[in-house]
């Protein structure tokens, strides 16, 4: 079987609530940063993504935050779904590299 | 149907074994990027290319390598130098790797397991 590694931050809402996840990125000089969404065996998949020069930015039912003073990430999910359950994972891009967050799991209970 | 695709999805080797990773996009980009994933750890930058017969190493190189003979490929041989490659192997491409930002786009990936 798979080898059992660190357990991932876990967040549970209710169906047709608000989801917030959170992520600390570690370099004050990136200036691009993209939240990811990844199903169980799947390849991650682009949500939305933000420039420094921006510190909100808005899509459809996701609104992402940066927050440049404290390094902080947080993306919002409004009336989440059952098939928004999956592993979101930030990554913030300095220079030639990305570099990934280790997820947050978002359950959404039915 | 525009995208990157991995094969295989399954990937099965006995240890000493070399093994290799297919990587296929038609979105025309330019840069593409191999990741390991790993339980509870992010994604970690094994090796990236920006254009064609140029490549540079990422974090975790070792025990790895790859070609770019043509824009559109770029396979990864995990090789038996590698210590620990039992993992979820990543593809990705974007337009551009320099400053220009864009976002990368990931493939479905190739689970590989040595015994």
């Known amino acids: 079987g798979e080898s059992v590694g660190l357990h991932l931050p876990t967040l549970s809402v209710q169906e047709g609530d608000n989801s917030i996840i959170n992520c600390a990125y570690s370099?004050?000089?990136?200036?691009?940063f993209i939240w990811y969404k990844q199903e169980s065996g799947k390849g991650p998949q682009f949500i939305i993504d933000?420039?420094?020069?921006?510190d909100k930015r808005q899509g459809q039912r996701v609104t992402v935050l940066l927050n440049k003073t404290v390094k902080h990430l947080s993306l919002q999910i409004a009336a989440t779904q059952p098939g928004d359950s999956a592993v979101y994972f930030c990554?913030?891009?300095?220079?030639?590299?990305?570099?990934f967050g280790t997820g947050t799991s978002l359950t959404v209970i039915p | 149907d525009g995208g990157i695709t991995q094969s295989p999805k399954y990937l099965f080797r006995k240890e000493g074994q070399n093994v290799t990773l297919s990587c296929e996009q038609n979105?025309?980009?330019?840069?593409m990027y191999w990741y390991r994933q790993d339980p509870g750890q992010g994604l970690r930058l094994i090796y990236y290319?920006?254009?064609?017969?140029?490549?540079q190493k990422g974090d975790i190189a070792e025990g790895y390598s790859v070609s770019r003979e043509k824009k559109e490929s770029f396979p990864l041989t995990v090789t038996s130098a590698q210590k620990n490659p039992t993992a979820f192997y990543l593809c990705?491409?974007?337009?551009?790797?320099?400053?220009?930002?864009?976002?990368?786009?990931f493939g479905p990936g190739t689970r590989l397991t040595v015994t």
């Open positions: 990705a491409s974007s337009r551009t790797s320099g400053r220009g930002n864009y976002e990368q786009y």
């Open positions: 370099n004050s000089a990136s200036d691009y």
């Open positions: 933000i420039r420094s020069n921006m």
């Open positions: 990554a913030e891009n300095t220079g030639n590299q990305f570099y």
């Open positions: 979105l025309n980009h330019d840069a």
């Open positions: 290319s920006q254009i064609v017969n140029d490549f």
